[in-house]
């Protein structure tokens, strides 16, 4: 099947500092990527839908200037937390879907744990 | 509403079936149902889709629903790598539930 993976797994940073998370298709094309935020014991939540060559589209409550989204190729996804906080510290996960499929199954990276001291 | 219905938990023996249920009772027609599944600090992995018919895979079975209101997801022997949270999902509208955590016991 196709492979998503993310870089860094896992990150600790101070507080004020920006992280840039990668999520790429590593065998497959993805004109779309999906972001997701995970909290303890929670389910994940989509932050934002990431577009190959466009803006990323938000959702309701994520602060698209404090998470920036960068879709520059298509098979590679950036997500930079800037100015990061500890409330920021979570799971990030990204996942895509083969193009043209909207039910198509989706693909998902390993997780990226953000930890902001 | 996109979002699906599952039992908070499960538990099951090792080697015995299981049957995760899910309500999706707002889905339309042509909406597939898709089933992920999430170990401890790991992303989700893909374990079966399917639209009106019973769908069978290494992973598992799909039993939907005549009136596609429903599903169940059927690990027909469970094994202890099986522990994980189970989701149920519409896969156009990228909502997840809270999921069913199976425990499985040796």
């Known amino acids: 099947g196709a492979v998503v993976s993310q870089h860094p797994s896992w990150v600790i940073c101070k507080s004020g500092t920006s992280v840039k998370i990668e999520c790429r298709s590593l065998d497959f094309q993805a004109t779309t990527m999906f972001w997701y935020r995970q909290f303890p014991k929670q389910s994940l939540m989509l932050m934002a839908t990431s577009n190959e060559g466009s803006k990323a589209t938000y959702e309701q409550g994520v602060e698209k200037d404090k998470f920036l989204i960068n879709h520059a190729s298509l098979t590679l996804s950036t997500l930079t937390v800037t100015s990061a906080h500890p409330e920021d510290s979570s799971f990030y996960i990204c996942?895509?879907?083969?193009?043209?499929?909207?039910?198509?199954?989706?693909?998902f990276g390993e997780g990226s744990r953000l930890t902001v001291l | 509403d996109a979002k699906t219905t599952q039992p908070n938990s499960m538990e099951s023996n090792e080697e015995e079936p299981v049957h995760l249920p899910c309500n999706h009772s707002t889905i339309s027609g042509t909406d597939y149902i898709h089933w992920y599944r999430q170990l401890p600090s790991q992303g989700p992995e893909y374990v079966i889709h399917?639209?009106?018919s019973n769908v069978n895979n290494r992973m598992a079975s799909l039993a939907i629903a005549e009136d596609r209101k429903s599903s169940t997801l059927i690990l027909h022997r469970a094994t202890l790598r099986d522990a994980a949270v189970y989701y149920c999902?519409?896969?156009?509208?990228?909502?997840f539930g809270a999921g069913t955590i199976l425990r499985v016991k040796s």
């Open positions: 996942s895509a879907r083969l193009a043209g499929l909207l039910s198509g199954e989706l693909f």
């Open positions: 399917g639209l009106t």
């Open positions: 999902i519409r896969p156009d509208k990228l909502v």
